[in-house]
């Protein structure tokens, strides 16, 4: 398996689709490149960040479960050129920030954030 060409779309479950996408257009600065009833689509890069509505998500993951609960279990990492302006960027446009900026002891200088359904980003250099 080839897998170079890197990663094509993340898919991320939301009970509130209208929330989570206006989110994501303040947090991103990005209009929805697609959308319909159920999801809404921004583009990271070559990456596609798919919101998917959580009544529609068991036909994508069916027999799985759709998950619960508070705790987090992911994070997603975006690289940028410069994680002061961009948690300034992120903070005027009335993004919560959950940590940094601050220098981690592997290297890079990170901040993180998260989305109205939990779901954790991290900006870093």
Same mark, same amino acid.
């Not at 890069?45 to 479960?65: E, W």
């Given at each position: 398996?080839? /897998?170079? =060409?890197?990663? &094509?779309?993340?898919? @991320?479950?939301?009970?509130?689709?209208?929330?989570?996408?206006? #989110?994501? %257009?303040?947090? #991103?600065?990005?209009? /929805?490149? &697609?959308?319909?009833?159920?999801?809404?689509? #921004?583009?990271?890069?070559?990456?596609?960040?798919? $919101?998917?509505?959580?009544?529609? =998500? +068991?036909?994508?993951?069916?027999?799985?479960?759709?998950?619960?609960?508070?705790?987090?279990?992911?994070?997603?990492?975006?690289? /940028?050129?410069?994680?002061?302006?961009?948690?300034?960027? @992120?903070?005027? %446009?009335?993004?919560?920030? @959950?940590?940094? +900026?601050?220098?981690?002891?592997?290297?890079?200088?990170? /901040?993180? &954030?998260?989305?109205? =359904?939990?779901?954790?980003?991290? $900006? =870093?250099?």
């Amino acid at each position: 398996m080839d /897998v170079s =060409a890197g990663l &094509f779309a993340i898919t @991320l479950v939301v009970e509130d689709l209208e929330e989570t996408k206006a #989110f994501y %257009a303040r947090a #991103f600065g990005q209009e /929805v490149a &697609f959308e319909d009833a159920d999801s809404a689509v #921004f583009r990271v890069g070559a990456t596609m960040v798919n $919101l998917l509505r959580s009544t529609a =998500a +068991p036909t994508l993951i069916d027999p799985a479960p759709i998950g619960s609960g508070d705790g987090v279990r992911a994070v997603y990492t975006v690289q /940028v050129d410069d994680v002061d302006g961009a948690a300034a960027q @992120l903070q005027a %446009a009335g993004v919560a920030l @959950l940590n940094g +900026p601050m220098d981690r002891p592997w290297g890079p200088r990170t /901040v993180s &954030f998260r989305d109205p =359904a939990g779901n954790v980003w991290e $900006l =870093a250099r």
